[in-house]
């Protein structure tokens, strides 16, 4: 413990988000911990006995977010390297490529994220010929903004003997998929040196306290990262102050995910692949696929499911899966119901095991989710991204199937614990961006208050880790917090279709930021976990 963590803090003159005390406009803060939460008035009554008073000056206070699915070293190489997701045309992202290749002449690999063919004009990838040109025949690594294939160079695949054997590989056409591409990302991220590597970790512990994020649920795995990646980042922030890092190992080896300090072998575990991609494994075809009845692509059956999630439950871990597409979707839920059936029901229920993403859902299988308890690790700035009749998910799968993704408000009102999350790189570490998201969805029925979306990215990322005390601003709870400078607080609820509650602020209910889309987003002055002062904003 550090000795920050020691000092007891009085914060006064602001709005304290609790619902001890929905008026609540200051809190003291004592070993790690919130202490008292109350008005200005009976503030006074603390000055005397803290170390420091910090005034406020009308600011928001709230409990620090949870990100609830993370790649930080793939975040941090983003933040500090090759970034195309906001190239707009094929010929923008070549000379991205070409600059950062002639910027880092002595980086072994060179690694970028964030292509998206599907918003070019020319609505193809660069070829692999052309990567060849552009880096000067160096290895280079580039994977598509969801992350499920990616682009190299003949350079890179001349480091991985036998790739172009393997399931997935294509011509240098098309990207790499399945067992080729977690082939050349694993020898991309073994290229990385130790000294690339922590400092990618840093930059993205360090952006996430910038945003008020508190807590980083990291979902590593031997087809995603390494275990010198994953053991590394916990060791970071072990001993560096910023956020915690909350570890899930993607391998059906449940010892192995314990070993390496793992609270769950879950998180990326893949069930399938990704709709951008074509690999997320669907009942029905693809709308946009060449090849005919094409659905994607299963790695896992009910039964593996099952007999991961017996293993998990027996061993005292979490286990979950990434699951998107409605077949993969659906086996989880058959398999985690086998496993319910041969270990109990209220075992099962209470090991809080997770699905990530989930987003072709049927009311049968949320129906599933509430009964199994199983929690939904969800990102809804997919929607924002993709969402919306003339989106990507309305290319793949046709308006009608595409309308049905990400239903929040149905798995909300079914029971089902929501965990919110970015998914970053994929879509960037953004939490008000991504309450907003989730109370602005693009299909208007899917819509949640900005109150249950808010919930989901603070208390439900604690829920998710079997955690029922923390993520609100209540004595006894970490003191894990976020000031904000935001506008007027507000109490916003989409429409009639979604449970409402009184307005009137005689009702008790704490305001929070009007996130209507086009206005601005809360900036973060400060950044506090357990006690700890982790970001300040400049010049505040």
């Known amino acids: 413990m550090s000795a920050n963590e020691h000092r007891t803090v009085l914060l006064r003159g602001g709005e304290v988000h609790s619902p001890a005390d929905p008026f609540a406009t200051a809190m003291v803060v004592e070993r790690g911990h919130i202490a008292w939460v109350g008005s200005e008035g009976a503030a006074d009554a603390f000055v005397a006995g803290v170390d420091e008073v910090v005034d406020l000056e009308g600011a928001l206070v709230t409990p620090a977010f949870v990100d609830a699915h993370v790649h930080t070293t793939a975040t941090g190489l983003a933040l500090t390297g090759l970034d195309l997701s906001a190239a707009g045309s094929l010929a923008e992202a070549a000379e991205r490529i070409r600059a950062h290749a002639a910027a880092r002449p002595a980086d072994r690999i060179l690694i970028g994220h964030g292509w998206d063919a599907a918003r070019w004009p020319e609505r193809r990838p660069l070829t692999r010929a052309e990567l060849d040109e552009l880096t000067g025949g160096r290895p280079l690594y580039l994977t598509r903004i969801d992350v499920h294939s990616a682009l190299v160079t003949t350079a890179l695949l001349d480091l991985v003997p036998g ?9 240098g056409q098309r990207p790499l998929t399945g067992d080729a591409h977690h082939a050349v990302r694993a020898a991309a991220y073994a290229a990385l040196s130790p000294r690339q590597r922590t400092e990618a970790q840093r930059a993205a512990r360090e952006h996430a306290a910038s945003l008020g994020i508190g807590t980083l649920h990291e979902c590593g795995g031997p087809e995603i990262s390494s275990e010198e990646d994953f053991t590394g980042l916990l060791d970071l922030a072990r001993s560096e102050p910023g956020p915690r890092i909350v570890g899930y190992w993607a391998d059906l080896d449940v010892e192995r995910a314990r ?3 793992a609270l769950g072998a879950a998180g990326d575990l893949f069930a399938d692949g990704s709709l951008g991609s074509h690999t997320a494994c669907l009942h029905d075809p693809y709308a946009d696929h060449s090849a005919a009845g094409h659905t994607g692509v299963a790695h896992l059956d009910a039964a593996a499911v099952a007999a991961h999630i017996v293993a998990c439950t027996e061993a005292g871990l979490q286990g979950g899966f990434h699951a998107i597409g409605d077949a993969a979707v659906d086996a989880v839920v058959e398999g985690v119901r ?19 993403h989930a987003e072709m859902i049927s ?33 793949r799968l046709g308006v009608e199937r595409a309308r049905g993704l990400n239903p929040y408000a149905a798995m909300l009102r079914a029971g089902v614990p929501l965990a919110l ?18 109370a602005f969805h693009r299909t208007p029925e899917h819509r949640v208050s900005v109150r249950a979306a808010f919930t989901a990215h603070t208390r439900g990322g604690w829920r998710a880790v079997g955690r029922d005390d923390a993520g609100t601003l209540v004595p006894g709870a970490p003191a894990d917090y976020a000031i904000w400078r935001a ?29 209507t889309p086009g206005g601005d987003l809360p900036v973060c002055l400060r950044t506090v976990v357990s006690g700890q002062t982790v970001f300040v904003r400049p010049n505040e």
Do not use: C, N
């Open 421 to 438: 999350g970015s998914d970053s790189p994929v879509t960037p570490l953004d939490p008000w961006g991504t309450v907003r998201a989730a």
């Open 163 to 171: 790739v172009r054997e393997l399931d997935g590989f294509h011509d």
């Open 363 to 395: 009311p049968e299988a949320i129906a599933g989710f509430a009964e199994l308890g199983l929690t939904a690790s969800v990102q809804p700035a997919f929607d924002a991204y993709w969402g919306g009749e003339e989106g990507m998910y309305a290319d």
């Open 338 to 356: 086998a496993a319910a059936e041969k270990l109990g029901l209220a075992r099962v229920r209470a090991a809080r095991h997770r699905v990530e």
């Open 487 to 515: 506008g007027e607080l507000v109490v916003q609820a989409p429409d009639d279709r979604v449970a409402r509650w009184s307005t009137d602020p005689r009702s008790g209910t704490p305001g929070l930021p009007d996130l």
């Open 259 to 261: 070993a390496l300090g």
